[in-house]
């Protein structure tokens, strides 16, 4: 149970074969399908009766049939299972008749038909839904190597923050970036570290960014884009985080920050690509721009994909879904915008409508978003009907 939703962290190879013997699918006889090719029905002798956890002490010899349970191992010489519900039986005799015809192998499944011994069931990377547990207790394998979940620091800046227990006061609003981000950690398999605010200010904010470097991955929102107390890039690389990239061409986010801190490095900064293995003593840090669309937006473009490639979880890129626009769409801007939508599956394949939103800060407009639909940069007026990408939240 614990590793329900955890990343396997190696393959996992049966030792058994399952089913572990030759078993009985429906409820009726154990027969052997050669005596059952007679015009007119058969009659066969009942020389036991099987129920499951029990096993055969007769082979079938021609003429003779076994009353069977489902999931009871098969006699010897049985090929097929007749339902009961094609039988009649007679007491006195102890004989069942038929007219049923069975092709070998009717309603029995085999030794090993499921998994062989041997066999990879599960490959490292995998994450572990209900279905796989079942899985793993079906093949007696009651403990996983699973991999570590990366600790996930997140900061929010800005001097008009308050906690969401308060009530703002004048020109002031609610640190709601902090819940939804650690929620959507926890989502993405990560354990979230709340560090709380800092002011736009950089002792706080450096003291605050020390505290955060400690984590596999640091968050911080906000104060990243161009405004005159936008501190977070020049202290993130005070304190020895080599930027990656500044900026991106995507609406909203634009002013998205990332780069990675190397532990043991004390911020001289290397040349080479980091060590993506979570543990490797890496931090990498993500300025998210504070609106809070753009910061929704940004994590799941982006540190989602970090998080699950620290994991091992492929394909850890979003992937999208070919749907069709519901209704008429019009895009404008020089940028691809991730426009928050509502995805539907219809008879006739996934569908798609764009949902009333006044932009990056608008989050309570993303409400009944559960996807957004990506829009290439450009003016172009989508005609209903128009096929575009759309990423599931
Ligand atoms: P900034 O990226 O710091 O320029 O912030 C852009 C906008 O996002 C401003 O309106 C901020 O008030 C808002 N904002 C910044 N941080 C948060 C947060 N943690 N929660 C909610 N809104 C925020
Ligand atoms: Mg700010």
Not at 28 to 51: F, N, P
């Amino acid at each position: 149970m614990e590793a329900l939703g955890r990343t396997l962290a190696e393959d996992v190879v049966s030792s058994i074969d399952s089913p572990p013997f030759d078993k009985a699918l429906m409820d009726g006889y154990a027969v052997r399908s050669a005596d059952l090719a007679v015009d007119g029905g058969i009659s066969l002798q009942v020389i036991e009766e099987v129920t499951a956890g029990r096993v055969p002490s007769r082979a079938l010899e021609p003429g003779t049939a076994t009353r069977i349970m489902t999931g009871a191992p098969i006699p010897e010489g049985c090929d097929a299972v007749v339902v009961i519900e094609r039988t009649t039986f007679d007491e006195a005799t102890q004989r069942m008749s038929t007219d049923m015809r069975l092709k070998p192998g009717s309603n029995v499944l085999r030794r090993a038909a499921s998994v062989a011994v041997g066999q990879r069931v599960l490959p490292a990377g995998r994450v572990l839904r209900a279905q796989e547990l079942g899985g793993l207790a079906e093949l007696g394998v009651s403990q996983v190597p699973v991999r570590r979940r990366p600790r996930v620091a997140v900061l929010a800046t800005g001097d008009e923050l308050v906690p969401v227990e308060a009530t703002p006061g004048p020109g002031q609003i609610r640190n709601s970036n902090e819940t939804m981000l650690c929620g959507q950690i926890v989502q993405a398999g990560g354990i979230p570290v709340p560090l709380g605010v800092a002011k736009d200010e950089r002792d706080e904010l450096r003291a605050k960014i020390q505290q955060g470097l400690a984590a596999d991955v640091l968050l911080l929102t906000g104060g990243v884009s161009a405004g005159k107390l936008d501190l977070v890039p020049s202290e993130l690389e005070a304190a020895g985080v080599r930027q990656v990239f500044h900026k991106v061409e995507v609406k909203p986010g634009k002013p998205v920050w990332f780069g990675v801190r190397e532990r043991g490095e004390e911020g001289q900064g290397t040349q080479g690509a980091p060590s993506r293995t979570l543990g490797a003593n890496n931090c990498f840090v993500f300025g998210l721009p504070g609106n809070p669309v753009s910061s929704l937006v940004c994590f799941e473009l982006f540190a989602r994909t970090a998080l699950r490639r620290l994991m091992g979880v492929e394909p850890a890129e979003p992937q999208p879904v070919r749907a069709r626009l519901e209704q008429p769409h019009v895009a404008r801007g020089d940028r691809p915008t991730y426009h928050p939508a509502r995805l539907s599956w219809s008879e006739t394949g996934p569908t798609v409508r764009t949902v009333r939103w006044h932009g990056s800060s608008d989050l309570c407009g993303t409400l009944e978003a559960n996807a957004m639909a990506l829009f290439p940069a450009g003016d172009a007026d989508y005609a209903s009907g128009s096929v575009v990408d759309v990423f599931l939240w």
